[in-house]
């Protein structure tokens, strides 16, 4: 039996949608098997978290018993989006999930896109498929569990890794599609482990516990860590140097905003905070703030680079970006130190801002990133991943680049559309 040549595949799922920059990329699949499928719902792609969340409704009659009997259950979480406060509390299943496709070659092969993630499947009708790259258990990325068969054809595991376009999604990696890419190599670490599981149906772990090397080069089932992006703030009629801090980096196809978590004492290499004067109005029901009109921000990625490397980009808050630029199409805002908290109150300087506690791992933090200081506060409700200082750029830098995760040897980079 012939295989499909070794390419990335072509995900055919994608739902065409009027504004890439209000809704980012929408896919359909097929999740769960025989007469338990919930099937053609429109899931939007989210690399701001991870995990798919389903509608159980979705599933047409069948409730979380038929769903208990026959998938590996993980009890029960709620999930949270930022910055919206929305949340979504329902059960976790290892559930299979299957896309339709082409392989990469020329001309290409239609194949079935095969895979597994951890389904969070909640009440009513919901579709967010989160894929992050933030060091998460690659069990929750349904992109990274892939493989691909054809009619008469093997199945092919495909690398772990994904490349995203405004209006296409490429799973897998090889040497040619990752050519020209420019980013950040990443550190490798040992996955989060699993929620316990809740019921006896049988699961086998789809990846060790403590991956290792294995013939000098990394085992596919490895986590990373986040890597590392300088920002630079410019506030309203500054004239001195714009201080900039070293922060973590994430891409989040889930919304169209910019989201800066980082206390008001976090310095810059010249211990400048952040500026007062950059900051405006106050979202006293989010705890977030929106940063103030004229205030410039720079992102940098990798710390170093140059424009020329096309991953560095500016945009100044109240001048809508036009069209094939990378600057947020929604306001930029400051979520606060780096722990969520529904309890904040508005800051009269920088020393009134309420204490939080939080802090990623340390070998998670990505070089020249440092933990938030520590701070205790009875009211503050860590979310999972919301814990580190970092700049979630949105979703709006796809409309300048391509971008890529490659899991199987830690890397995430860019490359410039056209």
Known sequence: MKSPLKTPAVIHNIVKMED?????????????????????????VDTGSSGIVAGLENFGLIGYEELDKKYPCFGVYTMHYYPSTISHTGKWYYMPVCFAGTDSSNPPIPVTIQSHAMVLVCPGSVGMMGVSAKGENPAFNVFLQASMSAPYCETVPLDPGYTLFRERV???????????????????????????????????????????????????????????????????????????YPLCFELDTGINQVLIAMP????????????PTALGQYNAGAGQWFFAPKTTLTVTFPPGSTSDDGISYSW???????????????????????????????????????????????????PGVKPAPEHHAAAAQPQQNNNFPRVNVGRCPLNAWSYLFDAQNGFIGFKAIG
Do not use: R
């Not at 090889?174 to 050519?179: D, L």
């Not at 008001?264 to 010249?270: E, G, I, L, N, P």
């Open 20 to 44: 890439f920059n209000k809704s980012g990329i929408h896919v359909t699949p097929t999740i769960g098997d025989g007469d338990t499928i919930c099937n053609n719902t429109n899931f939007q």
């Open 170 to 244: 490429l799973l897998g990696t090889t040497t040619s599609n990752m050519k020209g890419y420019v980013g950040s190599s990443l550190t490798m670490v040992s996955p989060p482990p699993l929620p316990t599981q809740t019921n006896d149906v049988t699961f086998t772990p789809p990846f060790p516990s403590s991956p290792a090397s294995k013939d000098g080069q990394p085992q596919d089932t490895a986590c990373w860590t986040v890597p590392p992006v300088t920002l630079q703030i410019t506030a309203p009629g500054q004239d001195t140097p714009a201080p900039s």
């Open 264 to 275: 008001y004492d976090f310095a810059d290499t010249s211990g400048n905070p952040l500026p």
């Open 316 to 366: 100044t808050v109240g001048v809508a970006p036009t069209a094939g630029e990378a600057g947020p199409t929604g306001p930029t805002l400051y979520m606060g130190p780096p722990t969520y908290t529904s309890t904040i109150q508005q800051p009269q300087g920088p020393t009134k801002l309420p204490p939080l506690s939080g802090n990623l791992p340390p070998e998670l933090l990505p």
